[in-house]
């Protein structure tokens, strides 16, 4: 069934992911609409790359449901799940090239291992990918040979070579200076308004995040806190500290992090494990004479 405006092209419905005895993301919902960018953030640790690799199939969750295309992939085998990978682009945090290839046979790879395209066809179609990401005429440099700014978009337009549906980055501003970072963002941008590419971003960068989200999903501790359109965040980020002050623990917690506060609920958050249960563990009595930091003869 060929996704509708309304038909999400990303369901994930009560999601539960755990490695060992750890529960790393604890019912996560959220749907995915055509077209759209939406940026999942959240401070380390709190499950953004976990939820990406269960997007795009590298795990599988414990419990709860994946929705392509409207079709349910649990119970898919390998083969028909190869189909639905097929029609996504991945961008990972290293941009993942391969240091043997020049650009042009990186972004060439997907087309020769994916296709039966003539090679005069691949060789115009990476011109066109690498025309769409300003990489043209270093084609044929070798990783080593270009900055990490080129990198990213070399993977980028590897990743989109099999003219993806979805556009799946990991982090893609990652060790890169702001004025490259920006570029990268407003590349982004461009390739899903000229393209109509829906997007999933994980990202904890904040300025990124406000430039490319159409909407914004909120995960802490392997739970999502909120998911809202761009606005709503802006809205919160700029509330005045008086007003802040009204709010409920979620939105304050929500708020510290979009700003990038030192203090609110994150911060007292990390200090809650009392500093006493830290020195002498859960131990239910501390001592009532604490120690003297006093130095000790013979002690
Ligand atoms: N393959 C794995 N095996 C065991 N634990 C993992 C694995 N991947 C991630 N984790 C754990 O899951 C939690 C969330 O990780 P991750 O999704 O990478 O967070 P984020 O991308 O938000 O920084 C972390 O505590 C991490 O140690
Ligand atoms: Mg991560």
């Given at each position: 069934?060929?996704?509708?405006?309304?038909?999400?092209?990303?369901?994930?419905?009560?999601?539960?992911?755990?490695?060992?005895?750890?529960?790393?993301?604890?019912?996560?919902?959220l749907d995915?609409?055509?077209?759209?960018?939406?940026v999942?953030?959240?401070?380390s640790?709190?499950?953004?790359?976990?939820?990406?690799?269960?997007?795009?199939?590298?795990?599988?969750?414990?419990?709860?449901?994946?929705?392509?295309?409207?079709?349910?992939?649990?119970?898919?085998?390998?083969a028909?799940?190869?189909g639905?990978?097929?029609?996504?682009?991945?961008?990972?945090?290293s941009?993942?090239?391969?240091?043997?290839?020049?650009?042009?046979?990186?972004?060439?790879?997907?087309?020769?291992?994916?296709?039966?395209?003539d090679?005069?066809?691949?060789d115009?179609?990476?011109?066109?990918?690498?025309?769409?990401?300003?990489?043209?005429?270093?084609?044929?440099?070798?990783?080593?040979?270009?900055?990490?700014?080129?990198?990213?978009?070399?993977?980028?337009?590897?990743?989109?070579?099999l003219?993806?549906?979805?556009?799946?980055?990991?982090?893609?501003?990652?060790?890169?200076?702001?004025?490259?970072?920006?570029?990268?963002?407003?590349?982004?941008?461009?390739?899903?308004?000229?393209l109509?590419?829906?997007?999933?971003?994980?990202?904890?960068?904040?300025?990124?995040?406000?430039?490319?989200?159409?909407?914004?999903?909120?995960?802490?501790?392997?739970?999502?806190?909120?998911?809202?359109?761009?606005?709503?965040f802006?809205?919160?980020?700029?509330?005045?500290?008086?007003?802040?002050?009204?709010?409920?623990?979620?939105?304050?917690?929500?708020?510290?992090?979009?700003?990038?506060?030192?203090?609110?609920?994150?911060t007292?958050?990390?200090?809650?494990?009392?500093?006493?249960?830290?020195?002498?563990g859960?131990?239910?009595?501390?001592?009532?004479?604490?120690?003297?930091?006093?130095?000790t003869r013979?002690?």
């Amino acid at each position: 069934m060929p996704a509708t405006p309304d038909q999400p092209v990303i369901s994930m419905r009560d999601v539960v992911k755990r490695f060992g005895s750890q529960t790393v993301l604890d019912g996560i919902n959220l749907d995915v609409y055509k077209g759209e960018t939406m940026v999942i953030m959240g401070g380390s640790g709190s499950g953004k790359s976990t939820t990406l690799r269960l997007m795009i199939g590298s795990f599988l969750p414990e419990e709860g449901e994946i929705w392509f295309f409207g079709e349910p992939t649990c119970g898919m085998g390998e083969a028909e799940f190869n189909g639905i990978r097929r029609r996504f682009g991945i961008l990972f945090q290293s941009g993942a090239l391969f240091n043997s290839m020049t650009v042009a046979e990186n972004v060439a790879l997907p087309l020769r291992e994916h296709t039966d395209l003539d090679p005069a066809i691949i060789d115009i179609t990476v011109k066109i990918k690498l025309e769409l990401v300003s990489l043209r005429e270093h084609a044929d440099k070798y990783p080593s040979q270009i900055s990490g700014g080129m990198k990213k978009r070399a993977g980028l337009a590897r990743a989109m070579a099999l003219d993806p549906e979805i556009l799946f980055y990991d982090e893609p501003s990652a060790g890169l200076d702001p004025v490259t970072s920006a570029q990268i963002d407003k590349l982004m941008v461009n390739l899903s308004q000229q393209l109509g590419v829906t997007s999933v971003v994980v990202t904890h960068e904040m300025d990124s995040a406000f430039t490319i989200a159409d909407r914004m999903a909120m995960l802490d501790k392997g739970r999502i806190l909120r998911v809202e359109k761009r606005s709503w965040f802006e809205q919160l980020r700029d509330t005045p500290e008086a007003e802040a002050a009204t709010l409920d623990d979620d939105h304050r917690l929500i708020r510290q992090f979009l700003r990038g506060d030192p203090d609110g609920p994150i911060t007292d958050r990390s200090s809650d494990v009392g500093y006493e249960q830290d020195l002498f563990g859960d131990s239910a009595s501390f001592p009532t004479a604490v120690p003297s930091l006093e130095p000790t003869r013979g002690g």
